[in-house]
C-alpha cells in the first residue's frame, strides 16, 4: 500500500458527509488515524459501532490535537461554535477545512479564530442526498462529483494542492471560485430547488386536510421526486437559508417574477409563450445530461432511517 496522505485526520461531524469521508478515507488509505469527533454521544456510539475510526471524542478539541488534517462537516450555523472550540488545539501547518453549503458566512464565522500557521481552505463537495446522520455516508458519495474551494487571498498554494489532491483520491472533480460567486450560484442551482421542493409539498400537506389521504394516493413521481428533496435534513436547510440569506431571497425575486410571468401565460392562454420556456428547459436537460452530469441520487444507503432531530 502507498503512504497514507496524512498521519491523522479529524472529522468533526461524523453525518451524512462526515461518515462518507470516513468510509473513502478507510477505503483509499488517505490516514494511518482517523479521530471522530460530534457534539452527541449517541451519533458518536453509532460511529463507533459502524468502526468509522480510530479514535471517538464527544470533545472536538480533543480530536483534532495533532491532526494534519480537519474536516469540520456541521450545519453551517455551527461552524463559528466549532471553529472557536478547536482553535486552541489546531497544529501548526495543519490544513483547516469545511464542507458547508454556505461559504461567505461559513469564512466569515471560522476565520476569526484560525491561529497564525494553519491553512484555512474552505471547501464544499457538491454531493449529498436528503439523509443524514452515520448510518446515511456511503464511500462512493463524492465520484464524479465537484468540490468547489473558496480559497481566501492568503491561501498557500502548497496546502491548497494537498487538499485538492485528497478530494480528487475521493473520486471528486475540484474547482475554485470567489465566496459570493458559490453563495450566488448555488443558490440558485440547490438552494432554490430544496426550497421549492418544501414549498410545494408543505402546500400538498395544507391541502391534504381537506383532499384527505388524495395527495399520497395519487402523487404522481414528479411529485413524489420534490418529496424526496422535501425530506432533507431541518436543521441542516434552516442553517442554509439563515446563512445564504441575501443570494436566496434575490433569487427568490427573480423566481417569483418569472413564476408570475407563467401565470399569465396560463391565465391568458399564451401557449407560444408556454412552448417556447418549455423547449428552452428540455434544452438544459439534455445538456445536463451531454455533459454526462445527470447522476442520479444512488441507492447506497438509501435504507438508511432518519436521524433524530438535534443527534
Ligand atoms: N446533506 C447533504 O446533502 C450535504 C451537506 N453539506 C453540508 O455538510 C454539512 C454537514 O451536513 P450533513 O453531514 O448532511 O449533516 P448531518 O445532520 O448528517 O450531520 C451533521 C453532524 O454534525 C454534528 N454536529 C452538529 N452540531 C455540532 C457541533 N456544534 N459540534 C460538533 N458536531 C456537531 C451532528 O451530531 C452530526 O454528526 C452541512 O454544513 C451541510 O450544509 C454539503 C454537501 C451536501
Ligand atoms: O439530495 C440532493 O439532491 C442534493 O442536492 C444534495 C446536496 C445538498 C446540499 C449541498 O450543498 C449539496 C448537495
Redesign the pocket.
Known sequence: MTSPMFEKIAL???????SSLARVIRREGLARHVAI????PT?LARAKELGLGESYNTD?KEAVRDADLIIV????G??G??AQ?IAPALKKGAILT?????KASVIAQMQPYVPDGVHFIPG???????K???D?GFAELFENRWCIFTPLPDTDPAALEKLSEFWRRCGSNIDTMDPQHHDMTLAIVSHLPHIIAYNIVGTADDLQSVTKSEVIKYSASGFRDFTRLAA??P??WR??CLHNKDAILEMLARFSEDLASLQRAIRWGDGEKLFDLFTRTRAVRRSIIEAGQDIDVPDFGRQAVE?PKG?
Open positions: 468533526v461531524g461524523i453525518g451524512l458527509i462526515g469527533a460530534t457534539r452527541s451519533t472536538a462537516s456541521v450545519p453551517v455551527s461552524s461554535e466549532v472550540e469545511d464542507v458547508g453549503s454556505t464544499h463537495p457538491l454531493a449529498g442526498t436528503e443524514s446522520g452515520p446515511a432533507s435534513d436543521t441542516m442553517d442554509v436521524h443527534s
